[in-house]
C-alpha cells in the first residue's frame, strides 16, 4: 500500500487545481474510498484573468480529465493557437522584414530525407529564398490568414495539425476548481501561517484562524514563495539569473478594436529594448504583457511601453506588475513535499510553457509515487530528472537571446556579445555550425523541444550550418523541389478548408465571440 493516503495542497491557482483534478483522476480512481484531498488557499475576489498561452500538451491532458474541450470556450475565454510569431528578434527590425515563425506542426519527411534537409539543399544551391517555417510547415499557412487548426466537424481535441490553446489562466482555474469539487476534492479558504514538521517531513499545516490541516503529502503551489518547499524544508534555488535575466513581468489586457473583428490564431512575441511583449486575442478581449530585466528598464520604462504598443484600445484593468525568477528548486521532491508552478521552478514564458511545466512534473510525480508511495529511490529519480528537464527547457529559451545579432541596446549585448552559454548549450551549437539537428544530438531529449523546435529558431535567427550541409551531394535538387512543391499542396489544401478562428468559434452553439471595441 503507498504510504500517501492523504493529500494537502497549499495554493490554488491554474497550478493548484490542476493538481487537485490531476491527483484526484490518477491516484484517486483506482481506490476502494476515495483519496482525501484538501486544497487550501486565501480568500481571493475574482478579477480579470492573467493571458494563458500553452503548447499542445495541454489537449491531451483536459481530455483525461475527462473535460469537454467546449467547456475551454465556454468558461475560459480561449481561442486556438498554431504556434508563435517572434518580431525584432534577428536585428531589431520591424514585421514582416525581422520576423519568423515557430508552428506546433513538425515539417513532414520526403523521399527518405527531412524536409529541412530538402530546403537547405535548395538554399545552399540559390534555388530558394523561402523561409523555412514557410517552405516545410504547413501550419504557417493558417496564421496571417487568421484561421482556426480545427476543422468545423474536427472531434474534440483533434485536428489536421497539432495546436495550443490562448485563454484566461483566472477562469481555467475556476473552471478546474469546479471539476475538482464536483469529485471530491475539500477546498479550504484561509491563510497559512505555519508549517510544522516532524521526522518525517511535513506534518501539518495552521491557518491564521487555529484551524490545522494534516496529511501524509503536500503539494506546494504557493509561487514564488515556495511557502513549504523552500521556506520550511529549506530546499536551496538554483538561480537561472545569469543566462536569463528578464526578471519582471507587466501585463495589461486590451479591448479588441472591432465588435466582431478577426481572431488571431497565434500568439506574438515582440523583442524590446529590454525584453520582449506577448500579444494573443482571446475571445473577449486581446492579452499583451512585458517580460523585462529590471537592471536596464524600469516599471514605469515598462509600463510606458506596454501603453504606447496597445495604443488605440480600450485598457480593460490597470498594470498588473510581478517579479520573476528564473531558476529552479534543487530539489522539487522533498521528504513528503513536491513543489509545483513557481514554488518549483520557472523559466519565462517564451515558448508558451509555463502550465507544460505544471504537467509534466505531475505526470513525472505520477509515474513514480506507485506502487513504492514516498520512496527514496523514487524521489531521488525524480530530483535527478526535474534538474535536467529544466536545463534542457533553459538552453532553448536561452538560445533566443544568444543567437541575436541585436546589439542596439545594453540588455542585448548583455544577452549576446557578453553572455557566457550555459556548456551543453555551447556544445549543441557548435556542432550546429557543421551540421543540421538530428535526433542524435540531443541525447537527453526530457524536454518538449526536439530537432523541429531547434529548426525552426535555427533558421529564424539565421544560424544555419556555415559550410551549408553534407547531405546536398547526395540530395537531387529536383527531389527536393518536389519535396517542397509537396508541401505547398497541403498548405493549399488547409488553407482552403480551414475556417477563421471567428467563424470556427461561432460554429459551437453558445459559444460567446462578442468583442468589446475600443
Not at 76 to 102: E, I, M, Q, V, Y
Not at 108 to 125: M, S, V, Y
Amino acid at each position: 500500500m503507498s504510504d500517501i493516503q492523504s493529500i494537502v495542497i497549499v495554493g490554488g491557482g491554474t497550478a493548484g487545481w490542476l493538481a487537485a483534478c490531476y491527483l484526484q483522476r490518477t491516484l484517486g480512481a483506482a481506490r476502494q474510498s476515495p483519496l482525501p484531498i484538501t486544497l487550501i488557499e486565501p480568500p481571493q475576489a475574482v478579477s480579470l484573468g492573467a493571458d494563458l498561452a500553452t503548447v499542445p500538451t495541454l489537449r491531451g491532458t483536459m481530455q483525461a480529465l475527462g473535460l469537454p474541450e467546449r467547456a475551454l470556450f465556454t468558461a475560459a475565454d480561449a481561442t486556438l493557437s498554431n504556434g508563435l510569431r517572434f518580431n525584432g528578434w534577428r536585428r531589431g527590425g520591424a514585421a514582416p522584414d525581422d520576423s519568423f515563425d515557430h508552428p506546433f506542426d513538425i515539417p513532414p519527411p520526403f523521399h527518405g530525407f527531412a524536409t529541412t534537409a530538402h530546403w537547405l539543399n535548395l538554399l545552399q544551391r540559390g534555388l530558394t529564398r523561402e523561409p523555412m517555417a514557410q517552405a516545410c510547415a504547413v501550419q504557417t499557412t493558417l496564421f496571417d490568414g487568421h484561421q482556426s487548426p480545427k476543422l468545423v466537424d474536427s472531434p474534440e481535441y483533434q485536428a489536421p495539425v497539432s495546436y495550443g490553446y490562448q485563454l484566461d489562466a483566472v477562469k481555467l482555474a475556476m473552471l478546474l476548481q469546479q471539476k475538482a469539487l464536483e469529485r471530491g476534492v475539500r477546498h479550504v479558504q484561509g491563510e497559512v501561517v505555519r508549517v510544522q514538521r516532524g521526522a518525517g517531513g511535513i506534518e501539518a499545516v495552521e491557518l491564521a484562524d487555529g484551524r490545522r490541516c494534516e496529511a501524509s503529502f503536500f503539494i506546494d503551489c504557493t509561487g514564488s514563495r515556495s511557502l513549504l518547499l523552500q521556506q520550511a524544508l529549506g530546499v536551496p534555488w538554483v538561480s537561472f539569473a545569469d543566462w536569463l535575466p528578464c526578471d519582471r513581468t507587466v501585463s495589461l489586457p486590451l479591448a479588441h478594436g472591432q465588435a466582431h473583428g478577426a481572431l488571431r490564431s497565434h500568439t506574438t512575441a515582440t523583442a524590446q529594448a529590454a525584453g520582449w511583449t506577448w500579444d494573443m486575442d482571446l475571445q473577449s478581449r486581446r492579452g499583451t504583457g512585458y517580460v523585462y530585466a529590471s537592471r536596464f528598464c524600469s516599471e514605469d520604462e515598462a509600463v510606458a511601453t506596454l501603453r504606447e504598443l496597445g495604443a488605440g484600445h480600450k485598457p480593460l484593468a490597470e498594470p498588473r506588475l510581478q517579479r520573476l525568477r528564473a531558476g529552479h528548486a534543487a530539489r522539487a521532491w522533498e521528504a513528503n513535499c513536491l513543489a509545483l508552478g513557481a514554488a518549483g521552478g520557472f523559466i519565462e514564458p517564451l515558448e508558451s510553457t509555463g502550465l507544460y511545466l505544471v504537467e509534466w512534473m505531475l505526470q513525472l510525480f505520477v509515474d513514480h509515487v506507485a506502487p513504492a508511495g514516498n520512496s527514496d529511490a523514487c524521489r531521488g529519480r525524480v530530483n535527478r530528472v526535474f534538474g535536467d528537464f529544466y536545463e534542457e527547457m533553459r538552453d532553448f529559451i536561452v538560445a533566443h537571446y544568444a543567437l541575436s545579432q541585436r546589439r542596439d541596446t545594453p540588455f542585448w549585448r548583455a544577452c549576446t556579445e557578453e553572455a557566457t552559454l550555459p556548456p551543453r548549450l555551447a556544445e549543441l551549437l557548435a556542432l550546429w555550425d557543421s551540421k543540421v539537428p538530428t535526433p542524435t544530438d540531443l541525447d537527453r531529449r526530457l524536454s518538449l523541444f526536439g530537432v523541429a523546435n531547434w529548426s525552426y529558431l535555427l533558421a529564424g535567427l539565421q544560424r544555419l550550418p556555415s559550410r551549408g550541409i553534407g547531405l546536398s551531394d547526395h540530395i537531387s535538387p529536383e527531389i527536393s523541389l518536389k519535396a517542397m512543391a509537396h508541401v505547398q499542396g497541403i498548405r493549399r489544401i488547409a488553407a482552403a478548408q480551414s475556417p477563421t478562428m471567428r467563424d470556427y468559434l461561432l460554429s459551437l452553439d453558445g459559444v460567446v465571440t462578442s468583442h468589446a471595441a475600443h
